[in-house]
Each structure stands twice: as structure tokens, then as C-alpha cells.
């Protein structure tokens, strides 16, 4: 069901690609989540008001924090459906 609800969403929002931040951007966040993560994270602080993921990297205090602070939410995909009441 969840899975569904998550492809029906997907298929309704206007998902966009983005520029990969600049390495000064990128430098925010620098020590704080692993390289491979930076431009992910910072794009979707930059471009988004959500960041769906399953990579627990993303669930660590620190940057949960720096998220919340960029008025960005960090959330699983069944998380993020459960939030909007689906």
C-alpha cells in the first residue's frame, strides 16, 4: 500500500533535477555527513522542503538538526506518507 501511495505521489509532484551544488555550498556541511551525501543533502536544503530516503546516514542528530534549521524534513518514504495522513 505504501509503495503505491509513494509512486501516486510521485507521479503528481513536479519532481525536478538540480545543478550539483558548488564546492562552496558544499563546504556547509563539510564534517558533518560523508562526501558521497553533501551534494544530496545540500541540494534538497537549497531546492526542497523534503528529503525521502532510507540511507540512515541522513537520521544521525547532527543533521537532522541542520536540516531542521534549513527548514528541511528528513523522512523515510513510509514516514513521509504516514505524516501526510495516507
Do not use: W
Not at 16 to 41: C, N, W, Y
Not at 52 to 58: A, G, P, Q, S, V
Not at 61 to 71: G, K, L, M, T, V
Amino acid at each position: 500500500h505504501l509503495s503505491a501511495t509513494l509512486y501516486l505521489l510521485l507521479g503528481v509532484a513536479e519532481v525536478q533535477t538540480v545543478s550539483t551544488p558548488s564546492r562552496s555550498q558544499l563546504a556547509f556541511v563539510e564534517g558533518i555527513i560523508s562526501k558521497k551525501d553533501r551534494p544530496i543533502l545540500v541540494a534538497a536544503m537549497e531546492h526542497s522542503d523534503y528529503l525521502l530516503t532510507f540511507d540512515n546516514e541522513f537520521f544521525k542528530p547532527s543533521i537532522i538538526e541542520i536540516a531542521r534549521e534549513q527548514d528541511l524534513t528528513i523522512a523515510k518514504p513510509g514516514d513521509f506518507i504516514r505524516l501526510l495522513g495516507l
